[in-house]
């Protein structure tokens, strides 16, 4: 299964581009990255996942290197209802089922 | 609405009591999820469940347990040989095993 590594907390202004990295060097070439948020006390919410190419959707967009090693979720105009735990995980073949780390705290700041 | 519907939301029991928590999707997913997760940490796989009458262990099944006798329904139980189950529970569930996870609301279970 893909290991993930993200910085435990990043800030943001409200207004400006959140760009949230991920490493996944374990990757292997047909698992997938998906990216959710959990805004405290919830459950975590779906944002979008990818295998190869970038994606993008209404909320966000992903990018994924070349070498598919890391990946980047930007969220284009950050809000302050983006404040969240951010989590990049790579999907378990074996399993699969997601596993989940401790994921990123973004704060936006007024 | 279709979602997943965690009950009840907030939990307490006595040490030593068996309690169980109830998640129910409309989605009709075949494959359903519980997870864990302590304060400030992320989530960890209790047991999983790709289709009817079939589940299999995840990371922390020790100490709890569940059955899936409905494609709706995934209750797990959490027992007194779980030695910390004070935690926020996790139920979810996808079109089948592998495909992207949708969560419900959880439950907080607080043991005295």
């Known amino acids: 299964d893909a290991k993930t590594t993200q910085p435990p907390s990043m800030d943001c202004a409200e207004g400006r581009a959140a760009n949230l990295p991920c490493n996944h060097s374990?990757?292997?070439?047909?698992?997938?990255v998906y990216w959710y948020r959990q805004i405290h006390s919830q459950g975590p919410q779906y944002i979008i996942h990818?295998?190869?190419n970038n994606e993008t959707n209404e909320m966000a967009s992903l990018i994924i290197t070349e070498d598919r090693k890391s990946s980047t979720l930007i969220l284009p105009h950050a809000t302050l209802r983006d404040t969240a735990v951010y989590y990049c995980?790579?999907?378990?073949?074996?399993?699969?089922?997601?596993?989940f780390g401790s994921g990123t705290r973004l704060q936006v700041q007024p | 609405d279709g979602g997943i519907t965690q009950s009840p939301k907030y939990l307490f029991r006595k040490e030593g009591q068996n309690v169980t928590l109830s998640c129910e999707q409309n989605?009709?997913?075949?494959?359903m999820y519980w997870y864990r997760q302590d304060p400030g940490q992320g989530l960890r796989l209790i047991y999983y469940?790709?289709?009817?009458?079939?589940?299999q262990k995840g990371d922390i099944a020790e100490g709890y347990s569940v059955s899936r006798e409905k494609k709706e329904s995934f209750p797990l139980t959490v027992t007194s040989a779980q030695k910390n189950p004070t935690a926020f529970y996790l139920c979810?569930?996808?079109?089948?095993?592998?495909?992207?996870?949708?969560f419900g609301e959880g439950s907080w279970l607080t043991v005295v």
């Open positions: 979810a569930s996808s079109t089948q095993i592998g495909n992207t996870i949708y």
């Open positions: 374990t990757i292997s070439g047909n698992e997938y």
């Open positions: 990818g295998l190869k």
């Open positions: 995980i790579g999907e378990d073949m074996g399993r699969r089922a997601l596993t």
């Open positions: 989605l009709n997913h075949d494959a």
């Open positions: 469940s790709q289709i009817v009458n079939d589940f």
